[in-house]
């Protein structure tokens, strides 16, 4: 099975969409996220509940759905190396994502995010695993 690291902005995206489209994708890789992400969705659940296209039961379940197919894994498995090395390719473009930018050179698995900025960046740094969320669609 295929695996990915994700950010919160994808879990958010989903969450909020609803889209039985991600049944078949969380079901068909395996995505793993750091536990930063819960602290980013927490701190949008308000937006995250309002935007949202489902009633309070079909959201629940979804998310339900959506989080039973996640990998949430603490920072403690990331190891000094990676650390420092993400800090370094996420200075000047965002240091929050410092935290997803780890995990994907602690796996050694491409990092899917909807942060074009972060994208570029990365890529001008000479970091190459990372994927627009929106370009990994198109391929699925």
């Given at each position: 099975m295929t695996r990915f690291v994700i950010d919160a902005n994808?879990?958010?995206s989903m969450l909020i969409s609803g889209k039985a489209a991600y049944r078949?994708?969380?079901s068909l890789y395996e995505f793993y996220t750091s536990e930063?992400?819960?602290e980013e969705?927490?701190?949008?659940?308000?937006l995250i509940f309002e935007k949202s296209r489902l009633n309070d039961i079909e959201f629940r379940?979804?998310?339900i759905f959506v989080y039973s197919n996640l990998t949430i894994l603490p920072n403690l498995i990331v190891s000094k190396e990676a650390l420092r090395k993400a800090v370094q390719l996420t200075h000047n473009i965002d240091i929050k994502d410092v935290s997803y930018v780890s995990?994907?050179?602690?796996l050694d698995l491409v990092l899917l995010t909807r942060d074009r900025v972060l994208t570029t960046g990365?890529?001008?740094k000479g970091f190459r695993?990372?994927?627009?969320?929106e370009d990994f669609l198109s391929n699925f």
């Open positions: 994808i879990i958010i078949p994708l969380l930063f992400s819960l969705i927490e701190k949008y659940k308000p379940n979804f998310a995990l994907a050179l602690e990365l890529r001008k695993k990372v994927m627009l969320f």
